[in-house]
């Protein structure tokens, strides 16, 4: 499923119109990707959560060349799998 996937599950369930269903699900990852960009933990009970985790940064090799190439630190999503999420797919 895909965000045009989301968007016609909510239009039917809500019975609501396509661009508002659209600006429903807009917001809501606008929303959690602004919590993340701060640094803050994003938690939807029983399905997930998400955080942003910080990695150092650490001399790394160019594949072509093998040349060593300085990686800077960065900032990655991290997801975890919510128990109830985790129960449904392996059932």
């Known amino acids: 499923m895909n965000k045009s996937g989301l968007i016609e599950a909510l239009q039917k369930e809500a019975g609501i ?11 809501f990852f ?6 993340l960009a701060k640094g803050e933990r994003v938690e939807i009970r029983s399905f997930c959560s ?16 093998g040349a060593p190439v300085e990686i ?12 109830e999420l985790k129960e449904r797919v392996d059932y």
Request: charged share 30%; hydrophobic share 35%.
């Open 17 to 27: 119109s396509k661009a508002k269903a659209e600006g429903v699900i807009d917001i």
């Open 30 to 35: 606008d929303a959690m990707s602004d919590a």
């Open 50 to 65: 998400m955080f942003a985790k910080n990695y150092k940064g650490y001399i790394g090799r160019n594949p072509k060349t």
């Open 72 to 83: 800077p630190q960065k900032k990655l999503p991290f997801f975890k799998c919510g128990k």
